[in-house]
C-alpha cells in the first residue's frame, strides 16, 4: 500500500512505526497493520491498528492553540474525563511528539458501529449527551488543563467576534452578509442582557455535530471526538447536536431536523437528567440555538479564508477531495435563503427549553 504523509496527518511512516513498536502491547505491530482511515474531520488523521482494537488519533495540529506536547497532555486529559461518561472511546497510550512525529499522535479505543442516522439516533446522542453533562464538574483549580472561563457567555462572544473579522473577506454575498450582521447584533445584546447571571456549566464535547458520534450495535451513542472539551455550556452542546449547519455538515448522514424533532431532542435529553439541572438549563436552550449557529457561520467564514492561504486545514494538509467538499457544503451554508430559513427556524422554536 502507498502511504502518504497525508493519510498520516504529516507524520513520517517510519518514525510513527517505530514509536508505536515501543509500545509493549504493539510491539509485534507491522506496516501492514497501519490502516488509514477515512478522511471525515480537518483536525486529525485517523489510522485503524488492525488485530488490536485501538485507534491511532494523529492530529494535524493544535485547535486550541497549543504546542504539541501541551496538546497530546489536553487531549489525553479529555478522554480520560469524559470516559467516565461510558459514552466515548478509552485512552489507550499516546505517542510524545518528535522529529517525524510533529504532533504526537493518541492511541484509542476503536468504536465498532455506524454513523448515526438521522432522526433516529437523536434520542441516543441525548442520553450520550447527557450522560457526559452530568459528570462531576471538578473545583475550579482542579480542572486544568482542560479549559474552564470565568464567563463562558463573553468568552464564547468574543470567539465569535474573532471569527467575525473574517466575514467581509470570505467573499459573502451582501445579502447574507446583512443577516450575519444582524445576528451579531443580537448575539451582543444577548450577552449584555445575561451578563450578571450565572451560566450554567459542566463538561461539555464543544464539537458536538452528530458527525461525530458512532452508534454502536447496541444502539449506544460514542462521541468520539474530544479535542475541543472544556468546563463550559451544556446547551451549546446541545445546539451543535441539533442546528443545521451540524446536522448537514457530515455527508454521510445530513438531514435537515423538523422543529417537532428538534423538540423530541430536547425532551430525551432532559428526562436522562435530575430535575435541579432541567430547571437550571432549560432557559439557556432556545437562546443558545442561534448563539451557536453564528459561532459555526463565523467559523466557516474563518475557514473559507485561511483554507486558502496555507493554514493547517488547507489542501496542502488534508485529501484535497475531502477539502473541496468542505468547500461546497460551507459554501451552501452561506446561501442568504438558506440562513433566512434558518434563522425563521430559530422563531418557530422559541419553546425549545420547555416542558
Known sequence: MHKTPTDFGGADF?????AIRKLSDFALINEDDLEPMHAKGLVHAHVRINGTGAVLRIPRYSAAGLSPDLNI????????????????????????????????????????????????????????????H??????????LPIPSFEDPLTNTLENIEGQAGYLKKAGIASRSLVQL?????????????????????????????PGNFMIRPDGTAIFVDLEKTAYGMPAIDLAHASVYTSTMWDPDIATELTDDEVREFYRHYFLELPDTHSTEWRPWC???????????????????????????WSVANNDPAYIKKVRRRIEGYFDADTIERVRSGFNSTMDIGCD
Open 14 to 18: 517510519k518514525v510513527l512505526l517505530s
Open 181 to 209: 450582521e444582524e445576528e451579531l447584533t443580537r448575539a451582543r445584546e444577548f450577552v449584555e442582557k445575561k451578563r450578571k447571571e450565572n451560566v450554567p456549566v459542566a463538561l461539555v464535547g464543544t464539537d458536538t455535530h
Open 73 to 132: 497532555s489536553y487531549q489525553a486529559c479529555c478522554f480520560r474525563r469524559a470516559s467516565a461518561s461510558g459514552h466515548t472511546p478509552f485512552l489507550v497510550d499516546t505517542l510524545d511528539p518528535c522529529d517525524g512525529l510533529p504532533w504526537g499522535a493518541l492511541i484509542v479505543t476503536e468504536i465498532f458501529g455506524s454513523v448515526p442516522p438521522l432522526p433516529a439516533s437523536l434520542p441516543a446522542i441525548a442520553k450520550a449527551l447527557a450522560a457526559i
Open 134 to 143: 452530568a459528570l462531576e464538574v471538578p473545583a475550579r483549580t482542579e480542572r
Open 286 to 312: 432556545e437562546p443558545l440555538r442561534r448563539f451557536t449557529w453564528l459561532r459555526t457561520m463565523t467559523w466557516c467564514a474563518k475557514w473559507q479564508v485561511e483554507s486558502l492561504e496555507g493554514a493547517n
